[in-house]
């Protein structure tokens, strides 16, 4: 499976931003699709993600502020970032797999920078 993201970008802190990521490939396993992000010097965490399309997982920084939805058919999501923070800024992956026990595919990453 290949993930080609795309969005990103900079902003200041109360914007706006909208990521996406479509996977290619083979697909037809792909239940759950999410971003993860890494800020310089910390682990990568689980921003949000979302299972067949429907339910739904988000970290707690970002609940209320951050949406992300999935196309189960074609195998896209996104994630619409709102009321975004300085703390907000990172590299930011989109992620896709069977299930939770797998790691999963990963795609390039995208730079997210929130500025004060």
């Known amino acids: 499976v290949q993930l080609q993201a795309s969005g990103g970008g900079t902003v200041e802190a109360g914007g706006s931003l909208r990521l996406s990521c479509a996977a290619s490939?083979?697909?037809?396993?792909?239940?759950?699709m999410g971003w993860y992000r890494q800020a310089p010097g910390k682990q990568r965490e689980l921003v949000a993600d979302?299972?067949?399309?429907?339910?739904?997982n988000y970290a707690d920084s970002v609940k209320d502020r951050f949406t992300i939805s999935m196309d189960n058919y074609k195998k896209t999501t996104s994630l619409q970032m709102d009321s975004l923070k300085p703390e907000d800024t990172a590299v930011y992956y989109c992620?896709?797999?069977?299930?939770?026990?797998?790691?999963?595919?990963w795609g390039q990453g995208t730079q997210v920078t929130v500025s004060s």
């Open positions: 992620n896709a797999k069977a299930n939770r026990f797998l790691s999963g595919d």
């Open positions: 490939g083979r697909i037809r396993n792909i239940n759950i």
């Open positions: 979302i299972l067949h399309g429907r339910q739904t």
